[in-house]
């Protein structure tokens, strides 16, 4: 087991708000130093109101947690530092993370993160104003993400420079430069920052891009699936401490994991009003439905055989991924902190971060890898198109 000690929880939550820009919160170090053990024995989980988090929630809805996770609602966190700050400090012990994050939670702060699997795959996008139809009318504009180390800011950032266009912090983006500046923003607040037009696009998971196409204030530019096929978005995680004293309640929550993935997948609708019926998103049932779903897309898309547009759901976390991703980190922009890369070889990154014990069990115990959509080998090659 790793046990962390408050002097070093301490120190490293104080890199993070160095290095983490949304992290830097007085409230993550003072949480991270005093973290301890909660009375309650069962599993907690945490997530944010976004539908990369639909399966846990289904899992809570169709009651698929049982001995050793808390039968309580999943915890919602308004955001990215507020949902660390919780997982740090002992408050819940499962969520969903970007999976960049986990991996600068886990090298930063030591704070003994594994990721358990997949949560999703795809589902997110880059939604422009309305009259904006091409790449290049970006250039000496705003651009809002979500999270530095996110899988949206990187591929957001591959996408500009294969059109010749450099991303910028902390200075204003130039059209004669050919610059965009990034900004991080809250998904609830790039709604209305698009409506009045002090930014010309967000890069972000769903709902927001679909409020954005009905509310008539955005149109969606690119899903993300488009450009990286079937990415990771936001994974499966969990603590070493919790797998090492509760193996049977991370496995429960992993079955769990699984068949609510594999019930989205099977009826995308009744998930949507399952999400919307039981408070666990606030976004209204429409929109959630079109995530879920995007029926008849007015979209163009250069692989509609990846079927870019729509979240996908399965679990098993690809060693290929996690290699090209810390790649792809390496030669990303943020504003903080860079260091933790330095070690990180993206040949060893995998074995380090990912414990795939739990879902390789899963999978076989919901019908193995044909139920699942997944190559028997467990195999695949990373897809990038930019241009």
């Known amino acids: ?56 929630l289904i899992a809570h809805s169709a009651g698929l947690y049982s001995s050793g996770v808390s039968s309580s609602k999943p915890v919602l966190f308004r955001s990215w530092a507020g949902l660390a700050e919780a997982f740090v400090s002992r408050q819940i012990d499962v969520a969903h993370l970007l999976m960049p994050m986990a991996l600068q939670l886990q090298r930063v702060m030591g704070a003994g993160v594994r990721v358990l699997g997949w949560n999703h795959t795809n589902g997110s996008a880059l ?19 979500p999270f530095w180390w996110s899988i949206h800011n990187i591929v957001l950032q591959q996408l500009l420079r294969a059109h010749d266009i450099t991303p910028v912090v902390r200075r204003s983006a130039s059209r004669s430069k050919r610059t965009v500046e990034l900004v991080v923003m809250s998904p609830s607040d790039m709604v209305p920052a698009l409506a009045n037009r002090s930014i010309a696009g967000y890069v972000v998971a769903d709902p927001f891009n679909a409020i954005a196409q009905i509310k008539k204030i955005g149109r969606i530019h690119t899903f993300l699936g488009d450009v990286w ?39 995308r609708n ?42 996908g759901f399965q679990p098993y976390p690809y060693p290929s991924f996690t290699r090209k991703l810390v790649e792809a980190m390496h030669d990303t922009v943020v504003d903080g902190d860079r260091g933790f890369l330095d070690d990180i070889d993206p040949s060893t ?9 739990f879902v390789l069990n899963s999978i076989a115990a919901h019908g193995g890898t044909q139920a699942l959509g997944l190559p028997a080998d467990l195999v695949r090659a990373e897809q990038v198109q930019l241009l």
């Open 270 to 311: 009744r998930a949507a009003g399952a999400l919307t019926s039981g408070s666990y998103l606030p976004q209204p049932l429409p929109a959630v439905r079109t995530a879920l779903t995007y029926p008849a897309p007015p979209y163009q898309f250069r692989h509609p055989d990846w079927s870019p547009q729509l979240v």
């Open 127 to 145: 939604t422009v104003a309305p009259d904006i139809t091409d790449l290049e009318q970006l250039v000496g504009t705003q651009v809002a993400i």
């Open 229 to 267: 096929r079937e990415h990771a978005c936001c994974v499966l995680v969990t603590r070493e401490d919790v797998i090492a004293e509760r193996p049977s309640a991370v496995q429960v929550v992993t079955d769990a994991v699984v068949a609510a993935q594999l019930q989205i997948t099977m009826d």
């Open 1 to 56: 087991m790793t046990v962390i000690s408050r002097r070093h929880l301490l120190a490293g939550a104080t890199g993070l708000t160095v290095a983490a820009g949304l992290f830097g919160s007085a409230d993550l170090v003072h949480s991270a130093s005093t973290a301890g053990r909660r009375p309650e024995s069962a599993l907690r989980v945490g997530y944010l109101p976004i539908t990369d988090a639909a399966p846990l």
């Open 349 to 357: 990154a995998h074995d380090g971060l990912v414990d795939d014990t």
